[in-house]
Every structure is written in structure tokens, then in C-alpha cells.
């Protein structure tokens, strides 16, 4: 493979103290994308997640376009967003752990501002995770309580 087609790839996992249900359900929320994302300020559309449809964006930076479900399956959730400039592909695998589940996250940047804006996403796969992992397991204390 080129070595510029890995260029813009990133990765990292987090084993979250959740069941895969649980974090499955967070991320197949579009509407509540943005409340644990940072790349998005809002995302518009209906609550429940469909492969294909395009659901309204503002990403950071104010950047308007859209987010879609690539795939849905049972442990893995895969995604594409696009504005103006730059397109992600991303992927969710969830794997049981125990009670908790394993998340491996992957995001791919391409387009003009991927290079540009390859500094600012380091740490952003850590970042997205960290937040599905809190928003996760305080959902599963409320299951509990």
C-alpha cells in the first residue's frame, strides 16, 4: 500500500465499562452525535440512525455538511461526515469484555484540509473514545440505579 494512503489514519481503543448494547445505542444517537464528538458542534435529523441518510452538520470551525451511517451491525458501527475541504470514514468495533466492552476506533482523513488539519486531530481517536466511555458508563449506573 502507498504510504501516503495511510497518511491520515488513526487509531485507538479503550475497553469501556459498559455493554456493547449500551455503547451501540450511544452510537446510533445522531442527534447526540456533538454531546461527545468534538469534531461536531450539532447534528440535525431525525433521532434514530439509518444507513445512507444524510444527517446536518456544523463541524468545528463552523464548517456546514453532513454525517451518514456507512454500515450498522450488531458490533460494528461504520460512518463517514463531510464538509467542505475534508472527508472522514470511521469504524467502531465492539467486542465483549467481561461487563464491559473493548472499542477499537479508526477515522481516515482525505481532501484538501486533511494535511492542513492532520495536527490538530492527534489525539482525537483518544479523545472521542474517552467521551463515548463516560457518556457510557454513566448510562449504565443510571441501568443499575
Do not use: C, K
Not at 475534508?86 to 467502531?92: C, D, G, I, K, Q
Not at 492542513?116 to 443499575?144: E, H, I, K
Amino acid at each position: 500500500m502507498n504510504a501516503n494512503a495511510n497518511a491520515n489514519a488513526n487509531a485507538s481503543h479503550i475497553l469501556i465499562p459498559a455493554p456493547v448494547g449500551i455503547v451501540r445505542q450511544i452510537l446510533l444517537e445522531p442527534a447526540a452525535l456533538a454531546e461527545w464528538n468534538p469534531a461536531f458542534l450539532s447534528v440535525r435529523g431525525p433521532s434514530e440512525a439509518f444507513t445512507g441518510r444524510r444527517y446536518p452538520l456544523v463541524a468545528r470551525g463552523g464548517l456546514r455538511g453532513h454525517w451518514e451511517y456507512a454500515g450498522i451491525g450488531e458490533t460494528l458501527i461504520e460512518g463517514r461526515w463531510e464538509v467542505p475541504g475534508l472527508a472522514e470514514t470511521n469504524s467502531w468495533s465492539l467486542l465483549p469484555h467481561g461487563d464491559g466492552t473493548h472499542v477499537t476506533h479508526t477515522f481516515t482523513h482525505r481532501g484538501s484540509l486533511a494535511a492542513l488539519l492532520r495536527p490538530a486531530f492527534a489525539g482525537v481517536a483518544d479523545l472521542r473514545l474517552d467521551r463515548l466511555s463516560g457518556r457510557a458508563g454513566q448510562r449504565a449506573l443510571a441501568q443499575v440505579s
